[in-house]
């Protein structure tokens, strides 16, 4: 992959921002709806596109009695792009910090995974996961690390094969050559239901330790309620992908349902779960996560009312976001906008927005995939423009530094 001359941004803020001009509050409010509280809703936007448990920790999903009062983030926020960190990617899709700086991207089409230097943006080859079938969305999707990786060396990833979606380990061999790093794959979880949409793939381990696994319904919305069916479900495993203890059922890798794609995992301050989804025609959201929650599809998009139903945080037209992936950061999540080509900051407040989103870098790098924490006030942000579905511009596809308030 060639070497591009990279894309510098700027320093954005003020209320309801989008990078360039201003959004009205009037047309903020038509726009995204926000609950009083996460008590009730649905999901998912086209793309535009084992072995015996392991110990548990609780998944704690609200504040200890005696815990202090949460304080809300200022209602407006900052983006500045501090800079590329590297360009010329080839359909990009997950990304995990390593602990010394350097980044693993995952390829969805090649279905390689990279290193990427941190500091000078150079990118060396691990090697290429054997089984990916890279069809529409489906492919070499999201990666994570184990939560022990400094002493095992293993690398989770959830791909497309030419028979379902699943999730694999593999053994990160620093010491083998470029291209010969990664060891043969080892399924922990098999048969997600896949397709040529709507394949999710999002993976991320939480701070139970549990892994955390963010299905689609594959284009056949009755799987989203389907009890007996991993698809449309955001699933909760142990590291060798047995159910984890303490899923709402027992026996079964089910944490909550009802969802349509889901793209972006994230945890707050407060160590609560919240996922971006894409929705059909009407809403994308973003929800707050319950153990055994339903979050409505088919029957309901976006905030319905239905008291059956989890209804979400935030809601936005689907022009406005197709959200993947998310990132906590300065007391608000961060959301990657496909469609929208955007980058949205919800502040939280016990587990609700406290204020109207705000939007930055409308346009600046066209679709948005990935947004990862990188410690503080500093996220990665990748862009999606060599998916078949952007229009791949110099440099294109990237990632980017932020920084963030």
Known sequence: MKSRSPGWGRRVEGTEIVQRRAVPAVLAAAVLV????????????PDGTGSAAAPSRPAAQSPSPGAAAETAPPATGTVEVVRTVAEGLDSPWGLAPLPDGDLLVSSRD?????????RTGEKTELGEVPG????????LLGIALSPDYASDHTVYAYFTSASDNRVVRMLHDE??????????????FRGIPKG???????????????LYV????SGEEGLSQDADSTGG???????????????????????????????GLAWDGRQRLFAAEFGQDTWDEL???????NYGWPEAEGRSGDPGFQDPVAQWTTDKASPSGIAYAEGSIWMAGLRGERLWRIPLKDARASADPQSFLEGDYGRLRTVVAAGGDRLWLVTSETDGRGSPRGGDDRILELRVS
């Open 196 to 210: 040529f949409v709507h394949n999710g793939g999002r993976i991320a381990f939480g701070p139970d330790g549990m």
């Open 214 to 217: 963010g299905t689609g319904e």
């Open 175 to 188: 010491e083998k050559p470029a291209g010969e790093q990664l060891g043969a794959p080892d399924t922990v």
């Open 233 to 263: 479900k955001i699933l909760r495993l142990t590291p060798e992908g047995e159910p984890a203890p303490g899923n709402p059922a027992p026996d079964s890798p089910v944490y909550s349902s009802g969802h349509r794609n889901v793209q």
């Open 287 to 293: 929800n707050a996560i319950k153990p055994g929650g």
């Open 34 to 45: 926000l609950t009083a509280a996460c008590s009730s809703g649905g999901g998912g936007s």
């Open 132 to 139: 990916v079938s890279a069809a529409g969305e489906g492919g």
């Open 110 to 118: 090649e279905g390689t995974i990279l290193r990427v230097d941190g």
